[in-house]
Each structure stands twice: as structure tokens, then as C-alpha cells.
């Protein structure tokens, strides 16, 4: 079965510094893997994904996530933090052949001024 | 384009009712996905649908539970007999296969 697992729940930076959000993955076969951001009372949104091209993959407002399989992980980050990237991540594999999602619990990102 | 919507935007009903939550994909979309978002157990998988059949029914959480999906296009997700813990977010997505899920903005329902 497939799983994900997002390291911390909370994550706070100042403006201006680097976010890095982690998600580890557990998959028997080469997964898809998913960022999606939402925002308050919004769905989600895609950031970026990785399909079994690139390892490092370029997804929008300047984020990128680094596909690793020997460590299994597929985090996410951002340079420099925004006072607008404050929300929800999730990260999430697709699964099986009906390309569900399994998601992560959810990392919270507040950015302080 | 057009996104995904879904109706309501907020559905608050009593205990033991019976709601419908609708959901009008992409134009051209073929498969449909139904998740539900709670504070307890995070984002979940529901049904997914490919055209009008639904070969992955393994999220729904019981058999008061029930999805349909006309014309390979609209979907509605039915709760019957509601009770408080289906109080939730209700998210739909669709996509062509092995594509992007693109979301809607989902249906808040409330069990009161």
C-alpha cells in the first residue's frame, strides 16, 4: 500500500527566509508524487509534480521539490518565503492504476513579517 | 476555461437527513474523483468514477454513502441518513487519465 508522511504539522519562517517542507513517501512501485496548496476556503491547487522525469522538479511561485528514492523523500521548498505562501501543503502519491491520491496529513505554513 | 464547481458551497442540515452534493468537472474530463476533508482523518479518498462507472468505490465509508455520475459529466454524492462525523468538506477533481487533478472548491456540510 501506499503512504505518505508530512514531518511537522506547523512550520513558521520569517519573510524572506527558506521554506522547506517535508513529505516521505512509501510505494512498492516508481510513484507519482504531488504538491497542492490550499488556501482558506479554497480547493487545492497544484504546485508541482513529479512523474518519472526530472528529479528536481520546477512548479509555481518559485517552489521546486527534490525527488530522492534512496531516502524516499520528495520535499518541498522555496528560497526565499512570501507572505503569500502562507497556507496549506499537502503532498500526495498517486495510486494504482485509478490514479486516487493518498495525501499527507498537511503542513501548515505561517510566514511572519 | 471553466474550472470544476461543486453546489452547494455550504450545506448545513439535521441529523438523519439526506443531502446531495453536486459536482460539474471539466468539460471533457473523464475521470471524477470524490474526497472529504475532516479535521480527524485529513484528506480521504471516496470513488472515483471513469465515464459513468465507478471501478473504485473503496473510500466510502459506508453504505449510507452513494455516488453517481450521468452523461459521463455531472456527479452527485449522496448522504443518506446523515449523521454528525459526515460533517465535513466534501472535494471533487477531475482529470483526463494519468493527468493533473484538477479540484473544485468543495461543499462544506455541517451535521447539526
Known amino acids: 500500500a501506499q503512504s505518505v508522511t508530512q514531518l511537522g504539522s506547523h512550520v513558521s519562517v520569517s519573510e524572506g527566509a527558506l521554506v522547506l517542507l517535508r513529505c516521505n513517501y512509501s510505494?512498492?512501485?516508481?510513484?507519482?508524487l504531488f504538491w497542492y496548496v490550499q488556501y482558506p476556503n479554497q480547493g487545492l491547487q497544484l504546485l508541482l509534480k513529479?512523474?518519472?522525469?526530472?528529479?528536481l522538479v520546477k512548479g509555481i511561485n518559485g517552489f521546486e521539490a527534490e525527488f530522492k528514492k534512496s531516502e524516499t523523500s520528495f520535499h518541498l521548498t522555496k528560497p526565499s518565503a512570501h507572505m503569500s505562501d502562507a497556507a496549506e501543503y499537502f503532498c500526495?502519491?498517486?495510486?494504482?492504476?485509478?490514479?486516487?491520491?493518498?495525501f499527507g496529513q498537511g503542513t501548515t505554513l505561517q510566514v511572519k513579517p | 476555461g471553466a474550472g470544476v464547481s461543486q453546489s452547494p458551497s455550504n450545506k448545513v442540515t439535521e441529523k438523519g437527513k439526506d443531502v446531495e452534493l453536486r459536482c460539474d468537472p471539466i468539460?471533457?474530463?473523464?475521470?471524477l474523483y470524490w474526497y472529504r476533508q475532516s479535521l480527524g482523518q485529513g484528506l480521504e479518498f471516496l470513488i472515483y468514477?471513469?465515464?459513468?462507472?465507478?471501478?473504485?468505490k473503496s473510500g466510502l465509508p459506508s453504505d449510507r454513502f452513494s455516488a453517481e455520475r450521468t452523461g459521463g459529466s455531472v456527479s452527485t454524492l449522496t448522504i443518506q441518513r446523515t449523521q454528525q462525523e459526515d460533517s465535513a468538506v466534501y472535494l471533487c477533481?477531475?482529470?483526463?487519465?494519468?493527468?493533473?487533478?484538477?479540484f473544485g472548491p468543495g461543499t462544506r456540510l455541517t451535521v447539526l
Open positions: 500526495a502519491v498517486s495510486s494504482g492504476n485509478t490514479g486516487k491520491l493518498i
Open positions: 510505494s512498492s512501485v516508481p510513484p507519482y
Open positions: 513529479y512523474t518519472s522525469a526530472a528529479t
Open positions: 477533481a477531475s482529470t483526463e487519465p494519468a493527468d493533473t487533478q484538477y
Open positions: 468539460s471533457g474530463h473523464t475521470a
Open positions: 468514477f471513469q465515464g459513468n462507472s465507478a471501478p473504485d
